[in-house]
């Protein structure tokens, strides 16, 4: 299907092939498969109505009646006419990709707090409470936790770490699952009302402005506390932060590969 | 006829027009209109889904092939799609002769003509 130009007559048949392409709804193989066999019936039309004695503007309009609206092709309300249904879909599709990546996120920060717990040690990830801000009895449940602490003050650094590091976990695998949902539902959802109910690359931009705007907050935070705190506890939010980084890089490569997709040949 | 009262039986009118050989799309509408002396118009764009519903309940089958310098997609009954024929002409013929009865007038035909053996109307 050419573009028309102002130069370009108009074609009954190309125009109807246009308006089905954009009704028609199912995986791309479908919608490819629909679109040659109408053409091509379309074809045969029009030579019929030639050797008939027909103009070729006359046979392309009598084909295009004779076959009826796009929608008796399409056999069912087309998914662009349902743009509720197109957008809930989309908007799903975008929360389990940024959702999913964002939980991701947490999880890899995880992974990068257990290497700074090997090089700078479990203060380095989290400060300890002021004094005075807990109680005998929190530090007998931190101590009877972790066994293997002698101080107050160690086994609430051991059991604020341990907490970070099992969060994180459940977060990665949260995200995992999520990004498995998206991956499957996107599969699944091939229908060109769903593929157009937002601008190309929108889940991609929105992820990656979420991810930066994170990265700032928490490396801010991470030199802040470095600089008051003498880094004592500056490990959670450098973690966090050079997680966030991945994922703003991970949703910009991404977006530039979504629009270099969409983008006119 | 009413293209409203075709859609009802169009399924059994597609499966009898491949059962006299396979066609694409244009040859079913071609065939069916031609079968039927015109009678049986209807927005041919129609036929599409039908043919596409017969072939995910496997009583079709398609492939592509390229006839007369074109990409066309030819349909052709499948051995389920033979049995449905039988099963849905005879019950045509169960129909049409009680209503004929009932209007008095002679029994109708099976739709189309007989495609199987042992299928009359």
Known sequence: MSPRTPDTPADPVEDYLDRLFVTLSGSPRQVRHTLAEVEAHLRDA????????????????????????????????PALTRPSLALVRRLALTAALIGGAGFLAVGVAGVFARLLLTVKGNEFLTAPWPAGTYTRA???????GNPGTH?????????????????????????????????????????????????????????????????VVCLGQAVNTEMVQHGVG?????????????????????????LRRAAPA | MRSERLKGHLDLLLLSVLSRGPGHG??????LRDRSDGAFELPEGTVYPALHRLEEAGLLASAWNIVSGRRRRIYRLTLAGETAL????????????SVGRVLGTPAAVSPLRPALPGVTA
């Open chain 1, 234 to 258: 500056a490990g959670e939010a450098w973690s966090l932060g050079a997680a966030a980084v991945v994922a703003a890089v991970a949703f910009m490569l991404a977006l530039r590969r979504a």
């Open chain 2, 26 to 31: 244009y040859e079913v509408i071609t065939r």
């Open chain 1, 46 to 77: 029009v030579a019929e109505g030639v050797a008939a004695g027909l103009t070729e503007p006359e046979a392309q309009a009598q084909a295009v009646a004779r076959m009826g609206p796009v929608q008796g092709v399409t056999g069912r309300r």
């Open chain 2, 86 to 97: 039988a099963e849905q002409s005879q019950q045509w013929s169960e129909f049409s002769g």
């Open chain 1, 151 to 215: 101080s107050c003050v160690t086994a609430m650094l051991a059991d604020h770490v341990g907490d970070f590091l099992l969060q994180a976990t459940a977060a990665g695998l949260l995200g995992l699952i999520a990004l498995a949902a998206y991956l499957t539902l996107r599969q699944r959802w091939q229908d060109r009302g769903t593929l157009t109910a937002l601008p190309a690359g929108t889940a991609e931009a929105l992820g990656a402005a979420l991810a930066a705007l994170a990265a």
């Open chain 1, 138 to 144: 929190d530090c007998a449940r931190w101590l009877a």
